[in-house]
């Protein structure tokens, strides 16, 4: 498990959440042959990688998307979707075009508070291959 960038507070919780370590990815600090050989050995001995970004996932410098295009890796990405139906729909989509350069695996929407229903959330509106919800827990 990996966290984009130099972040001190967010590893802390994907460990407890994951039960696994998480190492920061971050080509600014460490440079790309350092990020590619992490990546390299985690792969040896995990079916998956995971990767969390930074911020948005085209904000900054080195962003997620910066870095999975680099890496030519994939992006899933999950959207507070609160309130949200068809509106989700059209983010997705944006998400989806604002740069052709990025494989967007996936994009699903994280309700909070109450679970209204979603209905038709992006598949008219989206072209994302795998896109959805998040199952509410309330």
């Not at 190492?23 to 969390?52: C, K, P, T, Y």
């Not at 080195?62 to 994939?74: M, Q, R, V, W, Y």
């Not at 989509?93 to 679970?115: E, I, N, S, V």
Request: with cysteine; hydrophobic share 45%.
């Amino acid at each position: 498990m990996f966290k984009c960038g130099p972040d001190f507070l967010d590893p802390q919780w994907l460990r407890l959440a994951s039960g696994q370590p998480v190492h920061a990815l971050d080509r600014w600090m460490n440079g790309e042959v350092d990020v590619r050989a992490r990546l390299f050995q985690a792969a040896q001995s995990n079916d998956v990688l995971l990767i969390e970004g930074v911020m948005g996932l085209f904000d900054g410098a080195n962003s997620a998307a910066e870095l999975a295009k680099s890496l030519g890796i994939s992006a899933v990405v999950v959207v507070d979707a609160s309130a949200m139906a068809a509106t989700f729909g059209a983010i997705a989509h944006g998400l989806q075009h604002y740069d052709p350069g990025l494989q967007l695996a996936g994009c699903a929407g994280q309700p909070r508070g109450h679970c209204p229903p979603r209905v038709r959330c992006c598949a008219a509106a989206c072209a994302t291959p795998h896109c959805g919800w998040a199952r509410c827990t309330r």
